[in-house]
C-alpha cells in the first residue's frame, strides 16, 4: 500500500505497477523474464481467469504469465497485490467456472511457476 505523494506514486495507472514488476524479477531471479510495459491484453478467457490476460507491471517468462499484479486505488492511495504460482493445474480452476468452460488444454500453458520469497521480494522492493 502507498499513499499519494509517496516516491512511488504515479498518477498513470498503466505504469503504476511497473517498479513492483521490476522488483519481482530482481526476487525471483529468473532468467529471460520480463516486465509487461504496454497496454492490457486480453484473451478469449481472460474475463474468467485473469492469468489469461497480460497487465502492465505484470511479469512473464517465454510468454507465460509468471508475476499477476491487481491495482486497487483511490485518491488516497493505492493497494496491489501479486500472485506468483508455486504450482500451476488448470483443472481444478475449469471445475468450479460456469459454462461455458475453457477447455483445460487452452489454460495449461499459460503460467510459470516460481518460488517468491518474502524477505527477496521486500529487499528488491527496497
Known amino acids: ?7 512511488r506514486w504515479l498518477d498513470d495507472v498503466g505504469r503504476a505497477a511497473w517498479w ?7 526476487a525471483l531471479g529468473t532468467p529471460h523474464s520480463l516486465v509487461h510495459r504496454g497496454p492490457m491484453v486480453r484473451s478469449a478467457w481472460s474475463s474468467l481467469v485473469c492469468f489469461a490476460g497480460l497487465g502492465p507491471g505484470e ?5 507465460q504469465k509468471l508475476l499477476g ?7 488516497d ?11 500451476w493445474d488448470p483443472r481444478l ?3 468450479l467456472l460456469a459454462p461455458p468452460r475453457p477447455d483445460v488444454a ?9 518460488d517468491l520469497r518474502l524477505d ?3 529487499a528488491a522492493l527496497g
Open 1 to 7: 500500500i502507498i499513499p499519494r505523494g509517496h516516491p
Open 20 to 26: 513492483i514488476g521490476e522488483a519481482a524479477v530482481v
Open 59 to 63: 511479469v512473464t517468462v517465454e510468454g
Open 69 to 75: 499484479i491487481s491495482q486497487r486505488r483511490t485518491r
Open 77 to 87: 492511495g493505492a493497494r496491489f497485490q501479486c500472485l506468483v504460482h508455486r504450482r
Open 93 to 95: 480452476l475449469v471445475s
Open 106 to 114: 487452452e489454460l495449461d500453458d499459460l503460467v510459470a511457476v516460481g
Open 120 to 122: 527477496a521480494l521486500l
